[in-house]
């Protein structure tokens, strides 16, 4: 994790961050929230709610409160399926007849690998994630959602988990739990994957951005140059990785016991799942491989 920013709203107040674009924080702050859900009001008569947030009668009557004169909910569109995004969309949609968009279920966009290893019941994984989510809508790749006076584009982006949506909005990208200012985005097996993540941070990097707004944080007001720091992150850590296991055959656990010296202890589990993530990506590239069977807790090794 990077350190915090001065990032402190005032929870379940809706603010204005541009014309058109309203946020309010549900009351969910933890170590993997940090304040809590980023929840965007987008539009002016036809509002379009993004990230309804967790389970929360709070935040939904802060949500319907947020509602000016002459507003109505048109649409709720759900960026992915871990339980701090999508489970209050079910409740928002009774409340306002609005239908729910997302791009699929909690094991749409999984990739093959991701899917075997998932079957295998090998990889542990599954933290908060919705499983019981059925949007009404399902969005791809290059659709683009509109309501009266707003337009989104879709884009597919799975790596954080494999139905990860991010949304242009113009030049500006709500980019939910892919990038975002205060922290890296966890990728735990099977669920994430560090390949479909790196080919994912590819496809934003194609375009230039005015401005992330994130599914937890402050906006990201130098985009491109945040998603370059990301890139090369991930391919150091992953030279961190390549470097300890130059001492011998090594799980995951030992690994990040070894890389992440500064992390607390608290958040050592989350570090350990990324390293995973590594050594997945790695052993499909052919630069690790597992001493047993592909899982969890196997010794990984150098491949030469």
């Known amino acids: 994790m990077l350190p915090p ?4 709203p005032e929870i379940g107040l809706a603010e204005t961050l541009e014309p058109g674009l309203r946020r309010i924080v549900a009351p969910n702050p933890s170590p993997m929230t940090y304040r809590g859900t980023n929840t965007y009001l987008l539009g002016q008569s036809e509002v379009a709610v993004i990230d309804p947030g967790p389970d929360s009668p709070a935040h939904l009557d802060a ?6 004169p002459g507003q109505r909910i048109s649409h709720i569109i759900v960026t992915h399926t871990h339980l701090d995004h999508s489970p209050l969309a079910r409740p928002l ?3 306002t007849g609005a239908e729910v968009w997302a791009f699929g279920n909690a094991t749409a966009g999984r990739s093959p690998v991701m899917q075997g290893l998932a079957e295998a019941g090998l990889m542990g994984g599954g933290e908060g994630v919705d499983h019981e ?10 659709d683009v959602l509109e309501g009266e006076s707003w337009a989104l584009e879709v884009l597919h982006t799975p790596g954080h988990i494999g139905n990860h949506l991010c949304l242009a909005w113009g030049d500006a990208c709500l980019t939910a739990d892919h990038i975002m200012g205060w922290a890296t985005s966890l990728v735990s097996p099977p669920d994430g994957d560090l390949t479909d993540f790196m080919t994912s941070c590819e496809k934003l990097a194609a375009r230039q951005w005015r401005v992330f707004y994130p599914g937890h944080g402050a906006p990201v007001l130098d985009p491109n140059t945040r998603l370059d720091w990301l890139v090369a992150h991930r391919r150091a850590r992953e030279a961190s990785i390549l470097e300890a296991l130059n001492a011998g055959p090594a799980t995951a656990v030992d690994l990040a016991r070894v890389i992440y010296t500064e992390t607390p202890a608290a958040l050592l589990g989350a570090a350990t799942r990324n390293v995973l993530a590594h050594l997945v990506d790695l052993t499909g590239r052919g630069r690790v491989a597992p001493r047993s069977v592909l899982h969890a807790e196997a010794h990984f090794a150098l491949t030469s």
């Open 5 to 8: 920013d001065n990032f402190d």
């Open 63 to 68: 949500i319907l409160a947020a509602l000016q």
């Open 93 to 95: 949609a009774a409340r």
């Open 133 to 142: 989510f059925i949007p009404d809508h399902t969005l791809a790749d290059g």
